[in-house]
């Protein structure tokens, strides 16, 4: 591929989109500004005009991937509607459908090693991501007696961690051929097995 230097028509995101698959294939540590360079058919030396390392280019796709991230989840999640348990069910849908479509991104976001609050713009794309399912775990828990009711935060982050888990372990690379169930199953059911445990769904529900 020709180097172009600084008349890329659009490098910052050329660049972006390069290390997007590389990630993919190689792992968010696996490869260097000159080789995203080289992908985006760019000299080493251009990528300093628009990042300062590898760590500032891997950021922005973290931040770009939290934005499609929240938006996903917030139309899943659908204002709360047709209920309240299953614009939540959807939310963790969206996890999934999520990190299957978007491999780079994802591990931008959650297998890099990046500090969230390295800046505002990914702080607030994070934080953006996180308060969508923390809204669908309050309007669900507020269905509680408020002596059973755990803090949403905690609701929250517990499905997520759920969902990080499934994810990690069966929707993704070698050890998704493993898996024993769907990932979409698997991710249900244990969602299931909580919320009866907290009392919103019925042992027979």
């Not at 028509?9 to 190689?26: D, P, S, T, Y």
């Not at 999934?96 to 713009?121: C, I, Q, T, V, W």
């Given at each position: 591929?020709?180097?172009?230097?600084?008349?890329?028509?659009?490098?910052?995101?050329?660049?972006?989109?390069?290390?997007?698959?590389?990630?993919?294939?190689?792992?968010?540590?696996?490869?260097?500004?000159?080789?995203?360079?080289?992908?985006?058919?760019?000299?080493?030396?251009?990528?300093?005009?628009?990042?300062?390392?590898?760590?500032?280019?891997?950021?922005?796709?973290?931040?770009?991937?939290?934005?499609?991230?929240?938006?996903?989840?917030?139309?899943?999640?659908?204002?709360?509607?047709?209920?309240?348990?299953?614009?939540?069910?959807?939310?963790?849908?969206a996890y999934l459908a999520f990190a299957r479509k978007f491999p780079g991104h994802y591990m931008a976001m959650f297998e890099s090693g990046?500090?969230?609050?390295?800046?505002?713009?990914?702080?607030?794309?994070?934080?953006?991501?996180?308060?969508?399912?923390?809204?669908?775990?309050?309007?669900l828990s507020d269905q509680l007696p408020p002596g059973r009711r755990p803090p949403a935060a905690m609701f929250a982050a517990h499905i997520?961690?759920?969902?990080?888990?499934?994810?990690?372990?069966?929707?993704?690379?070698t050890p998704g051929s493993r898996a024993p169930f769907p990932p979409e199953d698997l991710l249900e059911a244990g969602i299931g097995i909580?919320?009866?445990?907290?009392?919103?769904?019925?042992?027979?529900?």
């Amino acid at each position: 591929m020709a180097k172009q230097g600084y008349h890329h028509g659009n490098l910052r995101q050329a660049l972006i989109e390069a290390a997007l698959r590389l990630i993919e294939q190689q792992g968010p540590q696996g490869f260097t500004l000159s080789d995203a360079a080289k992908s985006a058919g760019v000299t080493p030396a251009a990528v300093y005009r628009h990042f300062a390392g590898r760590d500032d280019l891997i950021a922005e796709c973290a931040r770009q991937g939290f934005e499609i991230f929240a938006d996903l989840m917030d139309h899943a999640y659908n204002g709360g509607k047709p209920t309240a348990l299953r614009a939540f069910e959807a939310t963790g849908r969206a996890y999934l459908a999520f990190a299957r479509k978007f491999p780079g991104h994802y591990m931008a976001m959650f297998e890099s090693g990046l500090n969230l609050n390295r800046d505002p713009d990914l702080a607030r794309a994070s934080n953006r991501a996180q308060t969508v399912l923390a809204r669908a775990a309050e309007a669900l828990s507020d269905q509680l007696p408020p002596g059973r009711r755990p803090p949403a935060a905690m609701f929250a982050a517990h499905i997520w961690a759920m969902s990080h888990g499934v994810v990690e372990l069966f929707a993704r690379g070698t050890p998704g051929s493993r898996a024993p169930f769907p990932p979409e199953d698997l991710l249900e059911a244990g969602i299931g097995i909580y919320l009866r445990g907290l009392g919103l769904i019925k042992p027979d529900g």
